[in-house]
């Protein structure tokens, strides 16, 4: 790729609505065969910015036509009666993937409660189980916000085999799995986190850039390799109070080749993902029943 001024945008709404539109049919093709798609998503305590999670996850569900469950309980729901619920979805045959919203009030141990959700429906994917299939290779469910990323990659036809990918932040929902899944497509992968002693070293060299931080400008342009693809995973709110990611998106625009915005960039793609894990659940259980 030779150097560019104006970096082409890779559009996380338009790829989400294609990959929804796709979900769909497959959802319409089960449903043909006796078997509809479910996703339950569990929400203890009222978390404002939870409760807009949850609403958009069900939302989404309901318009690609999958049918979702949201079990809303009081912050004072105990731990014993949070995995008395999730085991009881575990044993729901309706129900193919199932969603604690994280953060869950601090009397209950977060870990215990993914850990008790069954692997095979795991669609957040945040069990040990699929955190360990993702590292030696083998199916299970991929994180919902990397695997968005790599279908970001995908959709513009780039070729990880040799490149050498930089993803800054070593979350275990963002940042390993992202450097497990480049790594899977034979990337070089290099890893920075808060104790990186010289960021902008490391990412001048990288034709891939994945910032994962949550703190604005920790990309800017003098640290981007001319044509290189910025994937920009962060979340934050800029002095006007407007959504921004973690990439100086003005300044990294006139020097990569590639870009995703924020708004609309990776998060869209976030609850596709657990559409597409959701509906990869329900087809492995249609295959285990034989119906298909
Ligand atoms: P996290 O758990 O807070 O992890 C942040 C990572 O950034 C840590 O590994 C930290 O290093 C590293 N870091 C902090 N300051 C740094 C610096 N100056 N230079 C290099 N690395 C630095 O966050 P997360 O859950 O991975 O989320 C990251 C961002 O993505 C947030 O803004 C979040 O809101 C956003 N997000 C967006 C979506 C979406 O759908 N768009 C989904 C998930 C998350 P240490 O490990 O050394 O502390």
Redesign the pocket.
Same mark, same amino acid.
């Not at 920075?192 to 990186?196: E, V």
């Not at 994962?212 to 703190?215: D, E, I, L, Q, S």
């Given at each position: 790729m030779t150097a560019s001024t104006t970096a082409q945008i890779i559009d996380g709404n338009a790829l989400a609505a294609q990959l929804r539109a796709d979900v769909a049919r497959r959802t319409d093709a089960l449903k043909a065969r006796g078997l509809t798609p479910g996703l339950a998503v569990v929400l203890v305590g009222d978390n404002p910015a939870s409760q807009v999670y949850v609403r958009n996850k069900v939302k989404a569900c309901s318009d690609a036509g999958l049918h979702s469950v949201l079990e809303k309980y009081d912050a004072s729901m105990t731990e014993a009666e949070l995995l008395a619920r999730v085991e009881a979805l575990n044993n729901d045959p309706s129900i193919h993937g199932i969603l604690v919203q994280l953060p869950l009030p601090a009397h209950i141990d977060a870990n215990k409660v993914i850990e008790s959700i069954a692997p095979t429906k795991d669609v957040d994917g945040f069990h040990i189980a699929s955190a360990g299939a993702l590292m030696v290779g083998q199916p299970g469910f991929w994180p919902c /916000?990397p695997y968005g990323c790599m279908k970001m990659l995908e959709s513009i036809g780039y070729d990880l085999r040799g490149k050498h990918a930089v993803v #800054? @932040?070593?979350?275990n #929902? &963002?940042?390993k799995p992202m450097a497990m899944m480049l790594l899977q497509k034979s990337a070089t992968v290099t890893m920075?986190?808060? +104790? /990186?002693s010289d960021?902008k070293a490391m990412t001048l060299q990288a034709d891939v850039i994945v910032a +994962? &931080? *949550?703190?604005r400008n %920790?990309l800017t342009a003098d640290m981007v390799k001319p044509g290189a693809v910025v994937i920009d995973? @962060?979340?934050?709110r800029n002095d006007e109070g407007k959504l921004c990611g973690?990439v100086d998106y003005a300044g990294v625009s006139q020097v990569a080749g590639y870009i995703t915005p924020v708004p609309g960039g %990776? *998060?869209p793609? /976030?609850i596709t993902m657990l559409l597409v894990n959701t509906m990869e659940s329900a087809e492995r259980d249609a295959a285990a029943r034989g119906l298909v």
């Open positions: /916000t #800054i @932040g070593r979350s #929902i &963002v940042g920075c986190h808060s +104790a /990186t960021l +994962a &931080v *949550g703190k %920790v995973v @962060g979340m934050n973690d %990776v *998060g793609m /976030t």
